[in-house]
């Protein structure tokens, strides 16, 4: 028996974890669809060994009693293939973006065709047309195949990029940009492993511009890239955000299994006239008549239980004493005061902090007098809701606020794109803006990002007219410091370029605002864009600005609708947490108790064979006090283990 009260007191001792890091066992778990995941973490921490060597079952996955993070509830919550979190939202991303930046670009090369004059340019612009029709038909392709035909896609491109570059007479840095989704879908899949994909978009390209005559410069490697490396970000701040919100929710979730645990034990262990201390009584009468009775330190086991669960958790019978003093010691009046009366039993229900703070303000909205009988019919793991009768009347005890999903916020993929946008101005091919220009204004647009990132634990509403604001500031600091510090015979129009990240993110916000405000960050940067037109220092078209326009359509094409998709997946994915966390938890609470049920049984069966090994040595009385108390025990086991 001593070695089995030393295993109680190990496992009473251990599990008392705070919310924070803890040692994972790592295991495989299966998903919803039947695939095994790469990597399911249990909830709990690993079984430890007591004194004697062995092994304490609780937690480990192997004993059959461990809460897999990943089993039982259709996900597996350190997956951070975003294909597996967030399906729909992926593959309605993948659409919108080939759409958005295959049709933009399609309109691109039938005005190109024109404008140059071609030989054949309206015959050029209508198959710039019959390739768009082509591109919408593929669309629906893509989505029911998705990246099974990321080959064909990417054979596909390399032929149009090649194609149209001759066709443009050379304008590679045109054609490689219908290469762009798949380029980006690639990057968040693979990262850096999809690297060479953009090197080989911006070598067809200018090979076939070198082909056309027009020379092979660097320009057409400029736009795989910045797809590579738009894909690549996207995809790693994603995943690294999921994987945050994953180790919050599993940090929340260990603690609250721990301290489920220690319930079970402290609702069999510490209950008026427990088993347990049934045995405590019945150990000393066995001792007496033996000539080296093992030491019993089933007392200390239950004093270290108490300690560990005073760590995590309030006592109801000390939190209600402790708000009767503090009640009565408020007023004078004898009459006033109030004698709180726990059942039998219910004085030993474990309260988290923020559970027995809302219990005495419930008290003293309540304003009792005079004795107060309180009762739990059903107690349940600390953290968890609990109900009480007090004076007859329900009480409901919330359960503990839970870690949410935070919500995706579109500042700060706009910011760092606003960032990369402006150093691409500095190219000597592009604006040939000088680099002192261009570096503070990436510097801001990347603080702003990081600002907004650190306000990601608040809803996108509340923040858009801060966002916007941001937005409208660097949008006019681009528009006018690169049109005034721009090469005069770059041929573009850079007062336009913040359109491509500034566009959608107003488009994304528009909801957050009243129409007023809506108009009036629209207005501000209608009036950014005009600003930087007036220092040009050449005169230029409208059939230019015109043409320019359509750039911002591909980013704003993109986005349409992913937020709603996000939004509902989001809901999904937390919902499907829930699930996991009440499991994980109602199964901690009945682990604890299973535990401190086997071990007793143990620990009283042990006690019986001393007893008979005495045999006539007994006194028949104290024989026949121990036996009933034994019978005793067993059935008050056997009872709880049916509950």
Request: glycine share 10%; proline share 7%; hydrophobic share 45%.
């Amino acid at each position: 028996m001593f070695k089995t009260v030393q295993r109680m007191l190990s496992f009473g001792s251990i599990e008392t974890k705070p919310p924070g890091p803890q040692r994972k066992e790592t295991s495989c778990a299966i998903a919803a669809d039947g695939s095994r995941g790469r990597r399911g973490v249990s909830t709990m921490a690993r079984g430890h060994a007591g004194p004697d060597g062995t092994d304490v079952p609780g937690s480990d996955d192997r004993t059959g009693r461990g809460s897999g993070l990943g089993t039982g509830v259709g996900i597996v919550i350190d997956d951070d293939r975003l294909e597996r979190l967030l399906p729909r939202s992926t593959e309605h991303f993948g659409h919108r973006v080939f759409l958005g930046y295959r049709l933009s670009t399609r309109l691109i090369e039938a005005v190109t065709a024109l404008q140059l004059g071609l030989a054949h340019g309206r015959a050029v612009a209508v198959a710039a047309v019959a390739c768009a029709v082509f591109d919408l038909a593929f669309a629906t392709v893509l989505r029911r195949r998705g990246r099974s035909l990321f080959p064909l896609r990417l054979g596909l491109d390399l032929m149009d990029v090649v194609a149209w570059t001759l066709v443009l007479h050379g304008s590679a840095d045109l054609a490689v940009i219908v290469a762009s989704p798949v380029l980006m879908e690639m990057a968040m899949a693979y990262a850096w492993r999809a690297l060479p994909l953009p090197v080989l978009v911006g070598s067809a390209g200018a090979v076939a511009s070198g082909v056309a005559g027009a020379g092979v410069t660097p320009l057409p490697y400029l736009w795989p890239l910045v797809a590579w490396g738009a894909g690549t970000l996207s995809g790693a701040y994603l995943r690294r955000r999921w994987q945050v919100e994953a180790r919050t929710v599993q940090d929340h979730l260990e603690a609250a299994v721990s301290r489920a645990e220690l319930s079970g034990q402290n609702s069999v262990a510490m209950g008026a006239d427990s088993v347990v201390d049934l045995l405590v009584r019945t150990a000393p009468l066995v001792a007496a008549y033996e000539e080296s009775p093992p030491p019993s330190p089933f007392g200390g086991w239950k004093a270290r239980l108490a300690e560990a669960c005073g760590r995590q958790a309030t006592y109801l019978g000390v939190a209600l004493l402790r708000w009767q003093s503090l009640y009565n010691g408020r007023s004078a009046d004898l009459s006033s005061d109030v004698e709180v009366r726990v059942a039998p039993g219910a004085g030993t229900l474990l309260l988290s902090p923020a559970q027995t703070e809302h219990l005495e303000r419930r008290l003293d909205a309540l304003a009792p007098r005079g004795t107060v009988p309180v009762e739990v019919p059903r107690p349940g793991p600390a953290g968890e809701e609990q109900t009480l009768l007090v004076d007859g009347r329900p009480i409901v005890v919330p359960a503990d606020a839970r870690p949410r999903i935070r919500p995706l916020h579109a500042g700060p993929f706009a910011f760092v794109a606003a960032a990369a946008l402006v150093l691409i101005q500095s190219l000597p091919q592009w604006d040939a803006v000088p680099p002192w220009v261009t570096a503070p204004i990436a510097a801001a647009a990347l603080a702003a990002a990081r600002w907004t990132h650190r306000q990601t634990h608040r809803p996108p509403a509340e923040l858009a007219g801060r966002v916007l604001a941001i937005g409208l500031a660097l949008a006019l600091l681009q528009s006018v410091a690169t049109t005034a510090a721009e090469r005069p015979d770059s041929g573009r129009l850079p007062f336009m370029f913040f359109l491509q990240w500034a566009v959608p993110l107003v488009y994304v916000h528009a909801r957050d605002l009243p129409w007023p405000r809506l108009l009036l960050f629209t207005a501000g940067f209608a009036g950014a864009a005009m600003a930087g037109a007036a220092l040009m220092p050449v005169p230029f078209s409208l059939s230019d600005v015109l043409v320019g326009l359509a750039w911002p359509l591909a980013p704003v094409l993109a986005v349409q609708g992913l937020r709603d998709a996000m939004n509902a997946e989001s809901e999904e994915l937390w919902a499907q947490v829930q699930r996991m966390y009440d499991t994980a938890v109602r199964d901690g609470f009945q682990r604890g108790r299973r535990l401190v049920v086997e071990l007793t049984e143990e620990a009283a069966g042990q006690l019986g064979d001393r007893y008979r090994a005495l045999g006539p040595d007994l006194p028949p009385k104290v024989g026949a006090e121990i036996e009933r108390r034994l019978r005793q025990a067993r059935a008050s086991l056997a009872a709880i283990g049916s509950s």
